[in-house]
Structure formats: C-alpha cells, structure tokens
C-alpha cells in the first residue's frame, strides 16, 4: 500500500479514537466512578492530541509526506475537535456559541484551502503561527473540559478551561481572518 507509513497509522489511530473517547460518556457504566471516566476521556484526546503534532514531525523527518497524508491529517483534526466540542456542549461544560466558533472557522478554512489549491495557491495560505497557538490553547482547554474536576482535591478545572476556550475562540477568529486576507491578497494580483 503506498499510502500506509507510521505517520498516516497515527492519523487513523485519532480518527479510531474519537467514537472511544466519545462512547465513555455513553455507555451504562453503574459501577464507575465517573470522574475516571473524565479523566479517561481526556487521557485519549491528550493522546490523539500527541498523535497530531507527532505524525507530521514523522512525515517530515522521515520525508513520507503525501497528498493523501497532507489531506487525511486535518480531516482528523477537526473531526477530533469538533466531536469533543459537541461532547462538551451536550455535557453542559463549554459553551455553544465558543463551538459554534471554533467548528465554523474550521469549515471555513478547510473551504477556502480547498478553492486556493484548485485555483493553483494552496501555499499561499500555509498554516501561521497564529493558528498554532490556536490550536495549543483550543487543545488544552478541551482537555481541561474534559477532566472537568478532581472532587479528591477541591480542583474545578471549569473556568480555567473556559477561559482558554475563550482565549481559543479570539484566536479562532483572529486565524480566520488572517488566512482570509491572505486569500483576499492573492486573488487582487
């Protein structure tokens, strides 16, 4: 199979993992403590979090970098995001408006790569610094959602993580409009 390597397994494993961390909250587990179920949950987004920066450092470092690859890793990004912003909205841990954000930025410009790269630009448009915060504060706070408490200790990590969701959200923003005056500028010359 010429587009099977370690790093497009490690892009299957994330999108293997969403229904896993998603069901946790699911399925009728009586007898479990349900904050190790949170914990558990955030365990595997952390995991499909390291899986992302991880596959593509591979790809680069071993030059296995492909089409289907450069297609395929930020397919499972934001499904990965999105699956655990409608998770954490359905349990009433972040907000919708700050999903609504996050999800519409990303179709946003998933959209606008795909018009630039059949309009002959993609690299116009290549991944900012900006977006890299983004996705740091947006990763973290939904971690933090997803551990939502640790009873044991007296920590709530609610607000903290919607503080960064909210960090996360202006971030969204601010990248969006950036790639869409990037876009813009290319399509004056």
């Known amino acids: 199979m010429k587009n099977w390597n370690l790093p497009i397994a490690l892009t299957w494993l994330r999108i293997i993992l969403i229904p896993v961390f998603t069901l946790l909250f699911f399925l009728p587990y009586r007898e479990v403590d349900p904050h ?56 009433d841990r972040t907000s919708p408006i700050a999903a609504m954000i996050i999800i519409g930025r990303e179709i946003t410009i998933s959209a606008l790569r795909e018009w630039m790269a059949q309009a002959g630009k993609r690299n116009s448009i290549a991944v900012a610094t900006i977006g890299k915060f983004k996705t740091a504060a947006q990763m973290v706070a939904i971690i933090l959602l997803l551990i939502d408490r640790i009873p044991s200790l007296g920590l709530d990590f609610l607000f903290l993580g919607n503080v960064l969701m909210v960090i996360a959200c202006i971030l969204t923003l601010w990248s969006m409009f950036h790639y869409l005056l990037l876009a813009a500028r290319e399509f004056r010359r």
Do not use: E
Request: no cysteine; glycine share 4%; charged share 15%.
């Open 36 to 91: 190790w179920l949170d914990w558990l949950a955030a365990a595997i987004f952390a995991l499909a979090a390291i899986t992302d920066w991880f596959d593509g450092f591979l790809a680069r470092r071993w030059q296995q970098t492909s089409d289907f690859g450069a297609f395929l890793d930020p397919v499972a990004d934001k499904l990965m995001v999105a699956a655990a912003l409608i998770l954490l909205v359905y349990l």
